[in-house]
């Protein structure tokens, strides 16, 4: 399995903008993509507007069609604005 991680950070005030954006992205991604088996979302207690992802592939070529649907690129383009930062750290996993 190919793990994801990646990390989010939204201008503040626009949390309640990408929680329900992000949450369809995964959703999405669960539905579409037979290949993606796990997408959980998590919001930072502290600092609201982070937002963490664990995602599983199958592959890392699985990941990269991820990269590539209408439905991720529709989610980036929404979020583009009130995107400060993006952190993806990726590996395969190990049990």
Known sequence: MYAVLVKF????????TFKPLMLKQAENSLKLEPECHYFDVSQDDDSP??????ELYTSRAAFNEHLESNHF???IDAVSDI??????LTGNRIN
């Not at 950070?9 to 309640?16: A, H």
């Not at 507007?49 to 664990?54: D, G, R, S, V, W």
């Open 49 to 54: 507007n982070f937002f963490y992802l664990y």
């Open 73 to 75: 690129l529709s989610f």
């Open 9 to 16: 950070e939204v201008k503040l005030g626009s949390e309640n």
């Open 83 to 88: 995107l400060l930062d993006k952190v993806i």
